[in-house]
Each structure stands twice: as structure tokens, then as C-alpha cells.
């Protein structure tokens, strides 16, 4: 129902930074926890971080708290992932995700509605 569009991705160095960000269509988008995910070639796809429908409560996964951060504009209908102090272990295909049936934030990809197509995003050393 809802169309998320992810962009910013890229090739960095390690140490550098990238603002990802992730436009999702209709005028409800205040409504939906809003998550980031991704996943690196031969690994499974892993929670990065979400954030609940006021942008008040966020959540990250250990691997990136304290150089990543999630917002979101909802007048804009837009999400945001910062990312600070990036490193090669970084390197993966980035997603957004839309949760609809609830306003619990979620960490498991099974409990998103929603997904963009993914941006690429490379950290080299």
C-alpha cells in the first residue's frame, strides 16, 4: 500500500559518514514505526534501527549505537539514517521499513509491512 524509496547510499571510507534517507508515499505516514535494516552479502538481514510514529522513542542495534541516528520528518513523509564513523563492517545493502499494524517499535524484519528497494552503502578501509 505505502511505497518507501530509499537513497543516499554510496562508497566511503572508513571513518566517514552517509545520511541515508527514505521517502514513503500517502499522507499516513505519521502512522507507521518507521525501521532500518540491512544486509551484507552470505549474512542474514539485520535490525539497524527504528523509531515510533512522534520520532520521541528510538531504538538501535548495539553494533551502531552511539554513531548512528534515526529520524524522521513526518511533514516531509521521510525517514532518516545517519551514519557517523562508518567501518568496513558497514558495508551492506541498506532498507527501510514500514510497521502498519502497530505502534510497537519492532527489531524482527517478519513484524515490517513495508520495504523499499535498498541503497547500497560501501565502506572501504
Known amino acids: 500500500q505505502v511505497q518507501l524509496a530509499e537513497s543516499g547510499g554510496g562508497l566511503v571510507q572508513a571513518g566517514g559518514s552517509l545520511r541515508l534517507s527514505c521517502a514513503a508515499s500517502?499522507?499516513?505516514?505519521?502512522?507507521?514505526?518507521m525501521g532500518w535494516f540491512r544486509q551484507a552479502p552470505g549474512k542474514e538481514r539485520e535490525f539497524v534501527a527504528a523509531i515510533n510514529w512522534s520520532g520521541g522513542s528510538t531504538y538501535y542495534a548495539d553494533s551502531v549505537k552511539g554513531r548512528f541516528t534515526i529520524s524522521r520528518d513526518n511533514a516531509k513523509n521521510t525517514v532518516y539514517l545517519q551514519m557517523n564513523s562508518l567501518k568496513p563492517e558497514d558495508t551492506a545493502v541498506y532498507y527501510c521499513?514500514?510497521?502498519?499494524?502497530?505502534?510497537?517499535?519492532?527489531?524482527?524484519?517478519?513484524?515490517?509491512?513495508?520495504w523499499g528497494q535498498g541503497t547500497q552503502v560501501t565502506v572501504s578501509s
Open positions: 521499513a514500514a510497521r502498519d499494524r502497530s505502534a510497537t517499535i519492532a527489531t524482527k524484519s517478519g513484524e515490517y509491512d513495508y
Open positions: 500517502g499522507r499516513t505516514f505519521s502512522r507507521y514505526v
